[in-house]
Every structure is written in C-alpha cells, then in structure tokens.
C-alpha cells in the first residue's frame, strides 16, 4: 500500500482498525445470536460495546506480542474488559471462523467499493462515445492503415470491457459472500448449523454450504479474477491512449495542467504518463492475483501458507485497482479528442482505406477477383510508398483511379465517387450502440436533448432482479399439474411458481425504496418469499 | 411515371404492396388514383383500408340490400354499432364482429381482443355494456379442442374482468370449421337516446370550407408554412387516449381477410394482446368524456388502428386530417411511421375536441390514469396526412381510401345450379369406431370428436330407416342409446364452457347462462342503468323493462339453401325471443363466408342476405349493424355458411320473463301449426346428420303468417298468464327438446299416448316447429288455452309430463342417470 | 334521527360497485357513498359511517396478485382505521383478497384449485355461533345459503401459524380447494367479514335467488338499521317471519 497509489476509503478499509472492526461485527453478531437463542443477559451486548469502545488495535497489537496469536490476543483484551460477561465471547468458535467470516464482509466491501470509480468511469466514457460517434478515425491493425470507423463506435468497445468487468465483480461478490461458525474443521462440533445461518443472516453473509477450518480460498480467487479483469480492461484503454498520444498520431492527448511539466530536460514534451502509469500498475495487479491463485490448495482441513500472501495480495490489489480505476475514468473524462487531426491522419495515405470497397465493387461488376485484386495494389502500393515521402492530396487514391480506363468503364465515375464516402463506414454504429447502450445517439438527441446520463442511457442504470416465488405449501395448481404430468412421466420434480421482475433504477440512491416497495407490496408472507440481487 | 415493362424497382414495390394485402391490381390502382408512386406508408395505409374488413368491397353491393329503418331506430348501419330506442329515451347499441382468424392462430389472446374490440364498439357511442354474448364454430381433433379451451378462457377472462356479465350465445361443432373456427362476438349496452355519439370530426353547425388539396407528397420535410396549413389554427384537434401504441398486430387487418395457408404459423406475433384492466380504465374515461360532452366524436382504434378510425372520422365529416406520429404515446421509441398506422394495440381509442375543450379532456384522462396526447388536427385538404420525423410519410386523399376504395361484383353461381350441387350435403366428421361411454365423445387425449360411435349410429340407421316408425315402436331400442346421444358435443349441455363467465356481475341478468332462472333467451332488466338514465326515479321493480338477446345461425340448413336456410335460421332467433317473454326489434349480422372469388360462395353471401332481410322485412325486425369476415376457408374448401345474427327484443316489464325449463310433474303441450309436415322436415334434422351422415334438401319456404300467428298466440297466452314455461323446438326437433330439458333439470319424461303414436321422424324434423308450452295451475287456464290456440288457429298437443327419474323402474332409472352425466359433464375433461 | 352511512369502496378495476350501492340502498335506510380516494372520505356525511363494504371485481387488474395492489392504497389505511373502531366491514370477492392482502384479515387467496375462472350459484354452509353483524345467525335449520360465486382465484390459504379468524361460511362441495372449504371468514372480533360469494348478486325474486338477503337482515339488526319498507328485504322478512319465530 503506497500512499502515492492509493485513495484513502479503500486504504482506510484495510487497515488494522478495520480488520479488528470487521471481527467487532462478527464477534457481535454471535453475542447477539446467544441472546436470541440461547437466551444469554441481554446486557452482555452492553458489555461488549464497552469493551470495544474502551480498547484499541494498539492493546491487541501489544498482546499479540505475547500470544503470538491474534485472534486470541482480540479476544483475550476485549474478554478481559467485558468483566464477566468476557466467558460469552468467542464461544464456541474457532479463530478462522471469526476470521474468514470478517474477511468475506472486507473482500465484499471492497468489491462493493470498486463500483464507484467504476460507475463514474462507465458514464464518463459513455458521454464520450455518444459525443464522437460521427467522428471517422483511421482504423488500424499491426499499426497499419486499415480501414476507417467511428471513433464512438472504437469508444463503445471500450466501454463494452468496462461493463463485462463491472458484471464480474458483482458475479464475484455474490461468489464472496459467504461466511462460517462451522467450528474447527468445519462439521459444527460446537454450534449447529442453523445456528450459524441465523447469525450469518444478520451479517447479509450465506453459510459456507462445506467449509473446513477455513472458507475455501477459491472464492477469493473469483473476487482476484475479476479485477485483474478490470485492470486488463484499463491496460488496453491505457495502450491505446498512449499510441493516439504519440507525436506521429496525436488523435487523442492527455490533459495537461497549465503548470504541468513533460520532460526534466525537454520544455516541449508532452508525455501520456498517466496512461503509462496504468500500464504499469496493471502489471503489478496481475502480480497479486497470480500470488492468490496459489492460495487455493492447502494441507488437509488447513494450513497457513495462505496467511501471508493474503495479509499482502489483498490490501495491494484493491488499494491498486481502486485508484487506477479513479484514475483511469479521470483520464477518460479529460482526455482531449481532436478529430481534425484524426481526419488528417486518414487522410495521409490519399484514400487507400477504400481498397477493399473498389475490389468488392470490381468484381461484383464482373471482374475476375485475383484481376482485380492485382488491378487495385498496381494502383495502391506506389501511392503507399509515395506518402511515406510526400503529402497526398485526400483524393489521390480516386483520381489515380479515375485515370484507369478499364476502372471507370465498369464502375462509372458516380459509383467509383460513393465508395470514398466515409458514412458508409459509420453507417452500422446506431446499431452498435442500441447493443450497447439500450438507446441510440438519435434517441438521446431527440429524447433526451443529448444528455448522456443514467437516465437517458440503460446501460448506465443500476438494475435489480425481484423473485418471488410462492412457498412450497402453497397449492399452485398449474405447478401441482405439470407435477402429477411430470411424475406421469416417470419425472419426480418439484415444480415452484414464481414471478421475476427486472427493474433498472437510474439513480443508485433509491435502492433504499427499492427494497421497501419490494418488501411491503410485492410479497405476501403467506404466500410468498422474496430474492432481491443487483444484476447490473 | 408509367413504365410498359416491369422493372425491377417496379416488381419489388408491387411485391412489396402484396405484403399489405393490396393485389397487382389494386396497387396499380392505387398509383393511377395518386398519379404518381406511393410511399410504403401509403401502400401500408391502401391495403388497409382496402382489406374485406375494413372495406367490405365484395359485400358491399349486396348489403345494400339491407332493410334498416323502423321508427325506432335512432342508429342504422355506418356508425360503430346499431342503436334501437327500447323504452322511451333509453337506447341499446348493439353489434357483433369477428375474430375468427386471429382466434384460430392465438386461441386466448384472439378471442379475447375480440370481446375487447366489440366492447369498445359499443361503448364508444356513449353506451355502458349490460351483456356479452359469443357465438362459437369448432371442428374437430385435437388442436380444435385445444382452441375450444382457450377461446373460451379468453372471451370469460376478458369479459368478467371488465365487469360485463357474458349471458350467453351459441357454440357448435361442424368438421367444416376444423381448420377455420369462428369466435364472433355480441356487445349491448345502453345510452341516453340524446347522448348518442358518433365517429365524425365535425359538429354538425361547423361550416365545412371548400376543399384544397395540400400538394404534399411523401418525403418532403415539412416547412413551418405548410405546418400551420396542416394544423390550422382553432381547428378541431385530433386526440388519442388510451394504452400506448406497440408492434403487436401489425397487419393484423390484412390478416384477417387473408386465407390461411401451411405457413399461418407465421403469422403469430401479428395478434394483439389484450389488457382487460386498461379496457375498464378506457371505459370509465370515455362515458365521462361523453357524459360531459367534451369531444365532438370519438372512435375506437379496432382493425388497423389509427388509420382507419382516422380515416373512417374524417371520411363521414367529408375533411381532412394530419397526424404527427410522433406524438403518439408509444410503449416503444423506435416504432416505424407504417407500424404507428398500422398497430392494433388494444384499448385505444380517436377522438376530435374542440380546441378549448382539449385540456378539460386531457386532464379526464390524467384522473384516469390514462395516457392522452393531442395527436393532429383537422382541417380542409381532403386528405389524411401524416408526418413523421417531421417529414411527410402519408398524404392520400380520404375519398380514395373510403367511397371510392374497390368494390367488387363477383359473379355469383346460378341459383338452381347451387341448390342442385347442394342438395345433399354430407357429414365430413372422422366417424367413431369404438363404442364410447358416457362421458363419450371425448377421449384421454382431449380430441374433439363429432360422430356417434359406429354401432350405435347403425342401430339408430335402422330404426330410423322408414318414415312410418312410430316412438312407440322406436323408443325402447332407442332409449339406451341416448346417452351416445347426449355426449355428442352437438348436444351436450354447455355449462362446462360457460361456468368460465360471468353472467350475474351487473346483477340484472334474469335469465342467461349459469343462473337460476333459465328462459329461451337471455334476458337482463334495465334496472341500475335504467335508473342511472332516468335520475331520481328509483323504479319499482315490476315496471322494469328488460331485453332479450340471442344470437346464432343454422349453418346446415343455409349451406342446403342460402336464401330459405337464413330465413329459418333466423325466424329462430325471433322465436326464441317470443318464448322468452319478449318482442323481436331489431338485428345485427356477421356474416362469415369463404372466399368471395368462389362463385358459389357469392351466391351464399348474397342469398343468405336476402334470406335474412325477408325476415327483417316481413316480422319488422330491422339490421342495425353488421360485420363481414371473408376469406374463412382453407385451400379451395370455405367454411360452411354461417351468417350469424345477434337478435334483441325487449320485455316491457321484467316480470314477464317466461322460464324455459318446465317443472316437476308438468304437463307439456306442444304448440305448433296444424299442418306441420309442410313446415318442417327430418331430411335436414340433427338427427339425419349424424345418423345417415347427410342432409338434404329441399329446405322449406318459410310461412310468415304461420309465425306471426305463433308469436302473437305467445303473447295472448303471456298477458293471460297463463303460461308457466315456454321452450323453443329447435335442434333435434321435439325429441332433442324434450330430452334436454328433463336432463338438465334433472327430470325424466313420460310421453303419453298420443306423443308415442307420433312417427319418429315427426318427433326429429327441424324447422317451424312451434314451441313447447307448460301452463300455470289454476282453475280455467285449460280451457281458456284451448280458447287462444284455436282462435290463433294453432294446434296445441299435449305430449307427456316431466316427472321424477325415482318413479321409473332401477333400469331406466340409470338410463336416465347416464343420459344426465352424459349431457352434464362431456365437455368437462376439455376444460381441465 | 341522522341516517347512518354506508361506505363502498371503489378502486380502479372494481366492477361490482354499482350492484353493491344498490343491494345496500334498495333494502336498508341507509345513505349509500361511493368512495374512491382520501378526498371522497373527507366528504362523506358528518358522524360515523357504519358499514363499510368492499365490492368484487378486478381492482389493479388483479395485477401482481388479486387484492394486492388496491390493499397498498391510502384509501386503505382509512378502512384499516374504521374497522380498528369496530365499523362493520365486508370484502366481496375481490374485496376479500384486499383484506387479506391489507392484513385485515389473516391468510390469502390462490387461484382455484381447477385452475379456471368459475361462475356457479353454490351452496355455503353457515357457522352460527360465530358473531358478526354479518353473521346471519338467525338461519332456520339447514343453515344452507345458495349464492354465486365468480372468482379465478378463490382458493383460500390459512396462515401458517396464526389462527386469527372464525370460519363463517364453509362450502358444502370445496370446488376452488380452499382450505378446510372456507368460503367466508371474521376476524376475531367479528366486525370484518371477507367471502367469495356474492350476496348482493342473490338478493332479489327476480333473479331467483334471495339468501344474500340473510346477511343484509342481520346487519340491520345488529346495527339497528330500518328496513326499506317494500324492498325485497322487507318482503322477505314478511314471508320469514313465521319461521324465524
């Protein structure tokens, strides 16, 4: 954790007085359990409040020392200062499930966390792409001139990784959240199982469904692979960011502070550091995740191998990921496009971009293909070589044509003319972006008088899946008789109604209603139970 | 721009037109009316409007023939439904659609926008529904019993939810609608006679200016000038409400007038979907709208939606209109400028206000939780216009769409020509080959089975050989074989089908299905409405009058002898309505055929026409309103003829209802002309049908006189009180009639002497075969019956008594007992 | 003496209002109002409305689940707060899924065990020694009403661990699959009813049917209401009289 790479909720959020925070909440949540079923003094909440108000990281920090242990060294310091009450804490369970269920609240948290930065750099970039979607920019593949396409469309791949990445870290967290009070080797010796999911519940956590001493560090992995996901998603936004900078190019430039300096030695650079910034610590990111991945396979119920990578891997990769994130939407909202220039670059090579138009035209005209493949690169390569040398006029590649007898005889002048005309290289991008977005730039000009925002664009909005399913003593009859046709059939299934409703909220604040409405109108407790999850 | 040969350009837009129903020659039409090329938009809004369904153009030359006036009429045929005034300053609206081509692609949904569509007919002239009715053809096999159960939960669901009780109508099996069912739909409902509102777009004191044709063409964008000739200023504007517009039944109304081939599946996603709950909303907002007199006229958005109702208005105004689609509330943003005109969205509804009167309507709407937009306005190019993206996507001139649409005169086939192809006509149906038992018909599996089983139609094939047979002779033999009889979907009771309505929501219904009281029509009292029209006046309830209502149509017959079959078919009707109690107004029709370029389809359409009217004409029970469903066969095989009618009466007072069951231990009569062989036959019975597989012809004239004199003897014997039940004879004859009463009461029959020296095929003949009567006890009442029928000059017999199932014998007492579960719970298993 | 009133309660999608209005106006001196928001409450006559009733219908459509929406309404909390002062309350159908949704009344309603919407005139048995001024605990022996029943979700499911209600009307034949065949609770105290079948629709010779008549005699005597003179009701009690003695 390098203050100079990181923003500080996240930072805040893996440090020392969070972890033991984070084990405050799990330790509670079982007190209270004890009190709800196992009918403890009430005041022993009152108790343990105390005694975490009245101790720090500090006073564990300096018992550990002894102990040696951590865990122990918490629960000895708060025990102690819960007077006698201290004998109900930590009963009954082992260190990891204090630890591991504290971790899966952290690693949740964090995911949760990403989504911010990531939300902003989603809307950033979508106005962006809204903006130049009838911007033509030279499409490039091996660095060489290929043929043009709209820089929104170019921008709309971006934003389309983004979203990929962004539905993974949500898959991850639903992955992550699970917790365990299984007891030392995972089979309950001490609490029950419906114990644990009654305390779990109150921490939004699932039961570990088979946990060992430990929850399976697979899960985490799943969280790891998500964002190294997302920073594969900046690195490539990053590269292309530093090749539009480059001084042959210059489409697209970083933004520059008026005070800003680009070289120690040469007052006229202007250097892409932020996106190479990224680059960098992408790298780094895909370092941590390695280092998890080989967290999966421990000895038997459970070893600590995994201790120290984590204590390590996890802070640095979301410390990181968080502010490059933060840092890339920046980027992205300030980047400076400059289309004249693009339209300069593609027009460099006079027009060659058509040549897969005017050999199509050729031969749907009735030339042989390999003629009129030769015919076109005769014409082409010469005017290749020329524009490394010399400008080209924009036309030069039409009028050359024009100048093939054989060429305007088949195609006529009008038709040769159209396929130089750089819409028809945009002309699918509304279809994209209806793909992508749920609307088109038409759309959101005419609709929403061009406000690219989470209420103008679906792909922007928070959306949620409701399910509710009728309980299983609930007669269904339409259930009960595909059932009895099922079991006709030699199929014995249980067959349960229910409804799914898909609701996209364009701010995320009204969640909170959200989840009300849901709560109060859509379920009927006799009838009916409810699963609310956040799909996009 | 005339090209002598078609190039590529032009066939792609001639294929293009086809998609929208519009035939090389109409399209070619369509460009000569225009003098110039149509944009898609205009090729969309043409094959619209110049659909069957929307057009009528193969009827239209012979529904003229129609007779439509008597005094109280106060709406005939043009407007969205009839309207017959039925107590003083009471009207009823009433009319019946089809919904026959979506219902068979999306059983549920089909039918019930069908109930949707009708009851938007009705209460957008200002009337509130009082009764549904639906009058049902199935086939046979599997997927027609699927289609059974599911157009059935859709008309139920669909009505009950809206609050409109479903009191009744007609369904019947017939192997010709195997793969074309029918799903038509009958909406009534009351209005103030001084609140009637109509389609039009202009009051009658607005002065129409000269007409002046905007000069647009499609594609142009539209300059700030030309919009303020568009949307004049003070001009009457356009104001659409209700659900918001989607894709669903785009070319819905093409559809419908198209016949189905192998790829039909293919069409599913062109069906709307209907919302019960919305259409309730719709209906609250627009009797308050035309209670307060806020909009000048209004028009439901049924079969291509927004471009006929706007067409339609702005045709019977003789002005133009221009609509911004974007305007239009969508429930999706990307919907093309054909798909806005073309949507059939459900619970929609135009209406043209009055510039000041345009908030008072929007902020209606708001307190209604309904959507509301001022969509176009009116104004005087004599053309419907329509931007889109602020560019011109539409301009036709209205006339082109509406009087001079196509009309076409197919040729019809020579009369004698069809009643000699016609004069036999046999039961397709698959026969039966095992013996079923009660519950028969039905099999495991849920496939609708029409036929008798096989030994059991060869033994009655014996006994029904020769005419001479007496039912004394027959009845033990036949006996025990009427529980095959009675399971026959054709006979079996329909209770299972319409415990899926609600009849008694509204609670006025006093005799309809699933209620207590059972009478030969259904009949609900005006009461709550009747108050609600008639304020402060809090009627006594025996000065209540009440309607009745019937709808059906005997297809066998009509297929036999277009023009005699629907005279009888629907003399039926009337005398259904007689037995109820009450006195046949007026009409409606919907008149489902093949396809019109059949010869001999045409001369069904226009005989049955004719059939009909002579019964109009001649018992003065006008045609009010009316729908044609075209196109309903498969390959080169149409449906059999079935123009069906929705008939109402009206009872002055609710307490002359006359129920048609008759009770424990009542003596029946049979009430009925003197010579009735010459009015009825066995040939073209029920019983032929499924015993001999045939029917033949000839069908009878029908004998007017006979009639009146039945009908005013009913009402002679009802002010006497002297009447305890009254039965129509229909299907079966006598013998069915019989059968069926005793069953669904529960009851068995005892014939008496005279009724068993009767012949059999006396007992099975269908036709004008009178009614079945049981008398009040009182002293006199015998012989002042017999006074009334024989100045009436009627024969009034007496057949035999209902009596309890427990005084016969442990044999047939069971018999009975089968013919009752037989009759009672055959169509269950369909509906599980 | 100031004339009691009757509240009837209308959401959008209720569709037996009308039928309700009348069957309390036409039978009982009562001054019937239609309310349908907060703002129809404030305007109802001064002193205590009495009756309150919620008719069938589909309110929200039946959108969600039958009852669930219209239970949710601020009209609602208005009920919730008469019928905690003892105001007589009935759910009709519809009305009965509010309840149960509002939590007036514990339990809930599925759709019908035969999985259709079902129109018939059945037979409830009545539980007489419940006390309700609904209950119609003056029935002479049999104790069988026949009133129709028009509802798609019907069937009734007990809470799981809370028996707060008395049964008050049982089906003779459990066509929907409620459980232990209950047609018509109250809570404990008696003063809210919810029942699927529908009384008002069974009220009048006309019809045919007259035992939704009981109810309407037992609440204008529990609650002291004067008969109509020359309703159905006051007919109906005039040919009862004999047998009620």
């Excluded at chain 1, 290749?384 to 002048?413: K, P």
């Excluded at chain 2, 539209?222 to 039944?249: I, M, Q």
């Excluded at chain 2, 011109?392 to 069809?418: F, G, H, I, M």
């Excluded at chain 3, 309390?24 to 009495?50: A, C, H, I, M």
Aim: aromatic share 6%; charged share 20%.
């Amino acid at each position: 954790m390098i203050a100079r790479y990181s923003r500080p909720v996240m930072s805040q959020l893996w440090s020392e007085e969070a972890k033991y925070a984070s084990w405050s909440r799990v330790e509670r949540a079982h007190l209270e359990g004890l009190v709800e079923r196992r009918g403890l003094n009430p005041s022993v909440l009152n108790a343990f409040d105390n005694a975490i108000r009245t101790t720090g990281s500090e006073d564990y920090a300096r018992r550990e020392q002894e102990t040696g242990h951590d865990v122990i060294a918490y629960v000895a310091e708060v025990g102690a200062a819960m007077g006698d009450f201290g004998r109900w804490l930590h009963q009954g369970l082992t260190s990891s499930d204090v630890l591991d269920t504290a971790l899966s609240l952290r690693v949740c948290e964090s995911l949760e966390l990403l989504s911010r930065p990531l939300r902003q750099l989603r809307v950033d970039l979508a106005k962006k792409a809204f903006a130049y979607v009838q911007t033509p920019i030279m499409g490039r593949t091996h660095g060489i001139h290929a043929e043009p396409l709209s820089f929104g469309q170019v921008l709309a791949g971006h934003f389309e990784e983004f979203q990929r990445a962004h539905l993974a870290l949500i898959e991850a967290q639903k992955i992550c959240r699970t917790g365990k009070l299984s007891g030392a080797v995972g089979q309950y010796s001490q609490l029950t199982p419906e114990y644990e999911s009654h305390v779990l519940g109150k921490l939004g956590l699932r039961a570990e469904p088979i946990a060992t001493q430990v929850i399976p560090r697979d899960r985490i992995l799943v969280a790891a692979h998500a964002c190294e996901n997302l920073a594969n998603a900046i690195d490539r936004f990053a590269t292309n960011m530093r090749h539009w900078a480059r001084t042959e190019l210059q489409e697209v430039l970083e933004p520059f502070g008026s005070k800003q300096k680009g070289s120690s030695a040469m007052p006229h650079k202007k250097n892409p550091v932020l996106a190479e910034n990224l680059c960098g610590l992408a790298r780094a990111v895909r370092g941590y995740v390695n280092m998890l991945s080989q967290n999966t396979s421990l000895w038997h119920e459970r070893d600590i191998s995994h201790s120290s990578v984590e204590r390590m891997a996890l802070p640095d990769l979301f410390v990181t990921l968080d502010f490059m994130t933060a840092r890339c939407a920046q980027l992205i909202e300030q980047m400076v496009v400059q289309p004249d220039v693009m339209k300069r670059n593609l027009d460099r090579l006079g027009g060659l971009w058509a040549s897969q138009s005017v050999l199509t035209q050729l031969t749907n005209a009735g030339m042989n293909r390999t003629e009129a493949y030769e015919l076109v690169q005769r014409i082409a390569l010469p005017l290749s070589a020329q524009a490394a040398r010399e400008n080209q006029s924009a036309d030069a590649f039409l009028c050359a044509l024009e100048g093939h007898s054989a060429v305007v005889e088949l195609l006529g002048r009008e038709t040769l003319k159209g396929l130089f005309n750089l819409d028809r290289f945009m002309a699918h991008t509304p279809a994209r972006f209806l793909q992508v977005f749920g609307t088109t730039p038409e759309e959101v000009t005419r609709i929403h008088s061009g406000q690219v925002c989470t209420s103008s664009v679906p792909a922007l909005q928070t959306t949620y899946k409701v399910t509710v399913a009728l309980h299983t003593d609930v007669l269904d009859t339409e259930a009960k008789t595909i059932e009895e046709h099922m079991a006709n059939q030699g199929l014995q299934a249980r067959l349960k109604r229910s409804k799914v409703f898909t609701i996209s909220l364009p701010q995320p604040d009204e969640k909170d209603a959200l989840l009300r409405y849901v709560s109060s109108v859509l379920r009927n407790e006799v009838m009916e139970s409810i699963e609310v999850e956040v799909i996009q | 721009m005339t090209v002598a040969h078609e190039s590529a350009d032009d066939k792609k837009w001639r294929e293009l037109a086809q998609g929208f129903g519009l035939s090389a020659e109409e399209f070619a039409r369509l460009k000569e009316c225009l003098k110039r090329a149509p944009s898609l938009e205009e090729i969309a809004v043409a094959g619209a409007l110049w659909s069957e369904h929307c057009s009528y153009k193969s009827s239209r030359v012979h529904l003229a023939r129609f007779h439509t006036q008597e005094s109280w009429v106060l709406q005939g045929p043009g407007e969205n439904a009839g309207i017959v005034e039925i107590a003083p300053g009471v009207g009823l609206a009433f009319k019946m659609e089809s919904h026959n081509h979506p219902s068979y692609i999306e059983p549920y949904q089909g039918a019930a926008t069908g109930v949707g569509g009708i009851l938007r007919d009705v209460f957008c002239m200002g009337a509130r529904p009082v009764a549904n009715l639906n009058c049902l053809r199935y086939g046979e096999g599997e997927y027609n019993a699927h289609l059974l159960k599911h157009t059935v939960r859709g008309i139920g669901d669909y009505g009950n939810s809206v609050g409109v009780p479903t009191v009744g109508g007609q369904t019947r099996f017939h192997s010709g609608y195997s793969k074309n069912i029918l799903v038509n739909a009958f909406t009534a409902g009351l209005v103030k006679a001084d609140g009637i509102f109509r389609g039009k777009l202009q009051n009658e004191n607005t002065p129409t200016g000269t007409q002046k044709p905007s000069g647009l063409i499609p594609g142009t964008a539209l300059t700030h000038a030309k919009r303020e000739e568009l949307f004049p200023d003070g001009a009457n504007l356009l104001l659409y409400f209700g659900s918001a517009t989607g894709r669903d039944g785009v070319h819905g109304a093409t559809m419908s007038s198209d016949t189905f081939d192998d790829s039909s599946a293919t069409l599913k996603p062109t069906v709307q979907v209907g919302d019960p709950f919305a259409e309730k909303k719709l209906l609250e907002v627009t009797l308050e709208l035309l209670d307060q007199k806020l909009c000048v006229g209004l028009q439901d958005m049924g079969a291509a939606g927004l471009t006929s109702s706007g067409v339609e208005m702005a045709g019977r105004s003789g002005c133009g209109v221009a609509l911004d689609l974007n305007l239009i509330p969508a429930r999706t943003a990307r919907l093309k400028a054909y798909e806005y005109l073309l949507s059939e969205s459900q619970e929609r509804m135009l209406c043209a206000v009055t510039p000041e009167k345009a908030q008072a309507v929007l902020e209606l709407c708001k307190k209604h939780q309904v959507a509301a937009a001022i969509i176009g306005s009116v104004n005087n190019t004599g053309e419907f216009i329509c931007i889109h993206n602020d560019t011109v996507a539409c301009a036709l001139p209205v006339d082109v769409l509406t009087e001079n649409a196509p009309k076409y005169t197919w040729p019809l086939q020579d009369r004698s020509a069809y009643l000699k192809d016609h004069a036999r006509i046999e039961n397709r149906s698959q026969p039966c080959s095992a013996s079923s038992t009660p519950p028969g018909g039905v099999s495991a599996k849920q496939t609708l089975q029409l036929s008798l089983p096989e030994p059991t139609r060869q033994t009655l094939a014996q006994l029904f050989e020769s005419n001479q047979t007496t039912l004394a002779e027959a009845w033990k033999e036949i006996f025990p074989l009427l529980p095959d009889w009675f399971a026959l979907p054709a006979n079996v009771s329909k209770d299972p089908l319409t415990r899926h309505y609600c009849s008694t929501v509204q609670g006025n219904t006093l005799a309809g299905c699933q209620t207590p009281r059972r009478s030969a029509a259904a009949v609900v009292r005006l009461d709550d409405a009747y108050c609600a029209l008639n304020m402060k006046q809090d009627p006594r309830a025996e000065s209540v009058p009440a309607i009745a209502l019937v709808a059906g149509c005997q297809e066998r017959w009509i297929e036999i002898d277009p023009l005699n079959g629907s005279a009888q078919s629907t003399l039926q009707l009337g005398r259904r309505i007689a037995a109820s109690g009450g006195r046949p107004l007026a009409m409606t029709d919907c008149l489902n055929f093949g396809s019109p370029r059949q010869p001999a389809v045409m001369r069904q359409i226009s005989d049955a026409i004719d059939g009909i009217n002579s019964v109009a004409k001649t018992m003065r029970i006008p045609i009010v309103s009316g729908n044609v469903s075209l196109n309903n066969q498969t390959g080169q095989t149409p449906i059999p003829p079935t123009p069906m009618v929705g008939m109402v009466g009206v009872l002055d007072r609710a307490t002359e209802l006359i129920e048609e069951n008759h009770a424990l231990n009542a003596r029946v009569y049979w009430l009925r002309d003197k010579d009735i062989a010459r009015l009825s036959r066995f040939e073209y019975s029920e019983w032929a049908w499924n015993i001999f597989r045939l029917n033949a012809g000839p069908v009878p004239e029908v004998d007017f006189e006979h009639e009146q004199k039945l009908w005013s003897a009913l009402s002679l014997l009802r002010s006497a009180q002297l009447l305890a039940a009254c039965s129509n004879v229909g299907v079966g004859g006598l013998l069915n009639t019989v059968l069926s009463l005793a069953a669904r009461s529960g009851f068995a029959f005892a014939w008496n002497e005279k009724a068993l020296n009767m012949s059999l095929h006396e007992c099975c003949a269908e036709g004008q075969t009178g009614v079945l009567v049981s008398l009040q006890s009182s002293p006199q009442t015998d012989t002042r019956f017999a006074a009334i029928v024989e100045q009436s000059n009627l024969e009034a017999i007496e057949i035999g008594k209902m009596i309890a199932p427990a005084a016969l014998t442990k044999e047939e007492h069971g018999v009975w007992d089968k013919i009752h579960r037989a009759c009672s719970d055959s169509l269950k298993p369909f509906f599980e | 003496m100031t004339r009691r009133t009757a509240a009837i309660v209308q959401f959008p999608g209720t569709n037996c209002d009308h039928d309700t209005v009348r069957w309390l106006s036409r039978n009982l001196e009562l001054d019937v109002q239609l309310v349908r928001s907060r703002d129809d409450v404030e305007r109802l006559p001064p002193g205590d409305t009495s009756v309150i009733v919620l008719p069938g219908g589909f309110s929200f459509g039946d959108y969600l689940r039958a009852g669930a929406l219209a239970a949710r309404s601020p009209l609602m909390d208005w009920v919730r707060l008469q019928a905690s002062r003892g105001v007589a309350v009935l759910g009709i159908c519809n009305g009965f899924q509010i309840l149960c949704e509002s939590g007036l009344l514990p339990g809930a309603l599925a759709p019908n065990i035969v999985r259709q919407h079902v129109h018939e005139f059945v037979t409830v048995h009545v539980e007489t020694q419940v006390v309700s001024p609904w209950s119609p605990s003056i029935v002479e022996s049999g104790r069988l009403l026949n009133l129709p029943i028009s509802c798609g979700m019907g069937n009734f499911v007990a809470p799981r661990k809370n028996d707060a209600y008395n049964i008050l009307f049982r089906y003779t034949h459990n066509l929907l699959g409620s459980f232990e065949s209950i047609a018509g609770i109250t809570n404990p105290e008696g003063n809210i009813v919810g029942m699927m079948p529908h009384p008002e629709r069974a009220s009048d010779p006309l019809l045919g049917a007259t035992d939704g008549l009981y109810m309407l005699d037992a609440l204008a005597r529990h609650l002291g209401i004067v008969v109509r003179t020359g309703s159905p009701l006051a007919i109906w009690r005039s040919t009862h009289k004999e047998k009620n003695r």
